[in-house]
């Protein structure tokens, strides 16, 4: 018999809904919000209620792509945390109605370890143990991973997340949010020729925050003597402060290489999409010798396809969550 | 026929289930526990279909408050009906928390009398309510709104009407506050079970919402500033 997993996740402002058979995804559907463009943010309680309203839409149009009916379902996956709390509550609430109902097991996936299991979605998969950087709008990440429920943190940032730097860069150059695709996009036109001093923290640990003084000083400077700095150097800009962030990842990522003496290397969440960081790893990887495994960009940023694949590891566990399960807004690994 | 419909009522800090069968009562089960919804709602409705031998593949719809309350109840509840409708195939009905109390306050007078007034009432902020008002044959006289409590507040309705009863969580503050000579008072909680006459009604008028777009009555739009502060 079939193992068919319908996974939801609702953790931010994107509704997603996968189906997964055996170990395949079938589809992936997401509804993105762009209501929050104009506050330069996520409103909370703007991307509870849109989620409110693409919940069911967006699991049907899953299902339908997928070519499977509700009483063919083995499980429901669904993002537990972290994320927030009246987004999660969406999904979470929907996903035990529908498991109460349809009486199949329901598997609580932790959103961050997700990001790792869509390296596992295309046909070329990291042997284990791998190690992974997970780098998104709240979190980046090396971990070792030695099997795919059996991941190990070995660095994490101690401020700001790897995405959080891109959008607050962004924020400062008034471009619009997330400003991480956009900075992406306009940096292809320019060159680094601006260069912003390198954190100075030992180990595999990362810090943002420096740089972001360091960038918003740099701007206060230029602009004082040139109100139209910004504009006039956008891509050349952007460039720059993408090189620097990039170059922190892949620094850290190769002490981590140097430390552990392993060279099949992945990369996931959302700034895994940036263009620089993916060529960079691909360049990395051919002069240090390692195996590099990049997700295709649907699966980098929040999508419920991970969810799924995560789901389908636990069901082979056989570990299920029961019905008293409650979102947890900041669960810790 | 069987017509089981499954009430849920998680718009205050109660979170409630009841079933119903046509218009008559089943069974309830109440948890009074605050910030609990999230936890204990699929788990009350596990324990009150146990406890009435009712299968959940048995039922013919669900029923859920529609507001006005919490936000976060709403959700939880709201959610939660969709995801045992969209999964049983089952039409939704929404029921506004007030209709059902001003529902359950006229059940008990067992009048059906147009010349009195119900105001049921539930607790926002401060000395803010949100209320409706309906007369004893059940007819909505003003739709649900916000309304800031004064001591006269209710007073021209005598106007047009003989008697006011105030009832709901909200009308217990009103009482505290004013203790009014001229308005009744009935003490109503929060409870799935007040869901019933109007469940039933909708069940009989087809009257169902639609189970993808519907969304609870949030009554006020979100409150968001956005900084203006230069960084330069
Ligand atoms: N091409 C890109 N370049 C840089 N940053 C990006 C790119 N695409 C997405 N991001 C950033 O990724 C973050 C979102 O990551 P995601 O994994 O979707 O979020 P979450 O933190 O909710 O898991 C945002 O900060 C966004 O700016």
Redesign the interface.
Known sequence: MSINILAIESSCDDTSAAILQNGRILSNVTASQTVHEKYGGVVPELASRAHMANIVPTVELALKKAGISVDQLSAVAFTRGPGLLGSLIVGVSFAKGLALRLDIPLIEVHHMQAHIHALFIPERKPSFPFLSLTVSGGHTQISIVHGPLDIEIIGRTRDDAAGEAFDKAGKMMQLPYPAGPVIDRLASKGKPIFTFPEPNIPGLDFSFSGLKTAFLRFLQHHVKNNPDFIQENLPDICASIQERIVSILLNKLRLAAVQTGIKEIGIAGGVSGNSRLRTALQEHGQSHNWNVYIPPLEYCTDNAAMIAMCGYFKFKNKQFTNQTVTPEARWIQ | MPELILNIETSTDVCAVSLQDGADFIGERVANEPMSH??????L??ALLKECDVS??NLSAVAVSAGPGS??GL??G???????????GLPLIAVSTLRGIADKMIEREGKNDRRTYYVPMLDARRMEVYTALYDGAGREIHPIHALILEEKVFLSYLEEADRIVVGGPGADKFVAHFKPSTIEHMEVPVRASNMIPAAWRACLNKDFVD???F??H?LKS?N?T?SKKS??
């Open positions: 999230t936890r204990m709602l699929t788990v409705i596990e959940i593949r936000y976060t959700r939880v709201v959610s939660t009906a969709k995801g045992i409708c969209y999964a049983g189970l993808a777009y969304e609870p949030y979100p968001i956005i960084l330069f």
